[in-house]
């Protein structure tokens, strides 16, 4: 029960669920206003979180250039799956988007030269003996944290300082895109989900809308992967699993798809779920080891996801009529 | 040559057990318009089961595969009772078919590595006895399995042809309301799709384990888009063409290793082979070697 009721432990519960929260973002503008169901979704945060990683520990550049250039190289990987399998439906473009993700982690995978393989980003060679990308993040974040001892005291963490960055840009990000969606290009998009034809009819190019969609999805895919690089500090292939698209995919649906200011509570909610399985140690968790209590997060999050589909489609916060438009 | 003729038998068993996994899948699709993401766990399930059976509990193998089928059907069959009738009554839409399937797969890995450990597993069977045809070294396992997977294939394919039910299952692909309204007993149809895939998944999943020589419970999650490529390469919904599709796979995935072509593919990319194979189905062919395409109007 004591890290339950320890700050540390919803600190780091808060930090997971603003990072998760910007990816799952992401999702919920491609599926929630274009109807777009990318299930690759992963595949953007390894591409900005490896760009950083490659970049700054073999090829000595600065974070912040590495980190823009990570998450424009992840917009351009949403644009390259969107002109070649966009124009498939719904379930073919699924299919398609997990092979596209899955390539990408492949290729991570067996590049040991460029990007430490297996082993992760320790292994990337670096011209300075040290693998750590973290360097100028880093300044800031101890910087919050100085200023917040002499207030605080020992919680005062790194986590914290996280937390402080990122909820800013995840309260941002919420405002920016539930503006969007109030824009007359959104009601366009929406049109679009529902039938293709009509918004054809009236001269819109409802290929290029769904693109764009899917390329905004990325860039916050691409923001998520770079709070995730500083947040762990280090990367591995297996980091990229398939399954992180369906954390994402649990957050959105249990938001309610159509409904962007649900998320943060969604988005918390996966944190909790994500850092009990993984921190607190009383009974019955207490008789897991640690890899089991990873598969109890798994099942748990099977189990959310099909009770939600089966009981309430529409999410926690959302209203029933707009899921049954497919 | 015996290059050819090694790469060519491996394509071989691969692509009979690709055939076998992806029938299943799309037999559902035609049947549900479901996307089986729970699949590949299904094969880990039923080689497991099997690896209980046969080396644990020292049963005899055949009767153990035979279980395992048992196993994988009855799962199916309880998750069509609790979970996918329910999803039917409601019209569920493409994303909550996708994504309880996915749920499903997500709740059955754990279950397999909580029941049966995470250690590296292997069957019974003498993996190193290998027999020498024209310079190419083919084990008895994999000789195995080729025999017995192709006895498999041609049953499921005259089962689709021939047998009462596998006619329903057709024609209620082809055009449910009308299947419905000639008598067809929709449930029926449903829940012997669901049958026959959960056995399909357990009986490919053995075979897998055989050639794979060790088995782990990651198995089948990582076959998973290959057995989609398959099903998409023969056509998403066309029991024939995904058995074609699979064999074809398994052929391309392994000659793709063959020197004459840019060198060899290094075979820890064998998957992406897979992978490239379907974008490139889905870009250039989307409706698969089999199929046409629909008029767009």
Redesign the interface.
Known sequence: MEAFIQPGFWIFVLALAGIYGVFSLGLQIQ?GVGGI?N?GHVGMMAVSGYTIAVLVIKYQWSFWWAALLGVVLAAFLGALLGL??LR?S???F???S???A??VR??I??SDDTTGGTQGTLAIPSPEGFASYTGQPDVILNWISERLYPIIGDEASRDLSMVLIVWPFFFLFIWISSRLQKTSWARVLRATREDDDVPRSLGKNVFRFRLQTLIIGSVFGGIAGVFWAVQFALLAPEDFLR?VT?YG?MIL?LAGSTRVKGLFVAAIFFGFLYGATRFLEFWPLSLLSS??RA??R??L??????LL??KR?QGLFGKRQE???? | MSDFIQYFFNGLVVGCIFAIAAVGISLLYSVLRL?NFAAGDFLTLGAFITYFLSVTLELNFFLSIVVSMLAGMGISWFLELV?WR??RR???????L???A??????????I??VFG?ETRKFNIDILKTYDFLGARIPQTQLLVLIFASASILTIALFIAKARIGKDMRAYANNPGLASVSGINVDRVVLATWLISGALGSLAGVFQGLVQGQFNNAMGETLL?SF??AV?LGT?GDAYGALAGGLLLGLIMELSQLGIFFGGV?S??K??VA??T??LV??FK?EGIFGYRARKV
């Open positions: 599926y169901m299930f070649t399998t498939l719904g379930d073919y699924a299919i398609a997990i092979a596209f899955e390539i492949y290729w995978l067996n399954i369906f995919w649906i890899p089991e598969y109890l798994v099942f999050i099977g189990l959310v996801i099909v589909m089966v489609p899921m049954i438009l497919e | 996307v979970l329910n999803l409601n019209k569920a839409g493409t994303l909550a996708f994504l309880v996915t749920g499903v797969a997500l709740m059955l890995r754990p279950i590595q909580f995470t888009l989609f490529a998409v998403i290094p820890n990319y998957p992406v992978f490239a379907l974008v889905l870009l989307p």
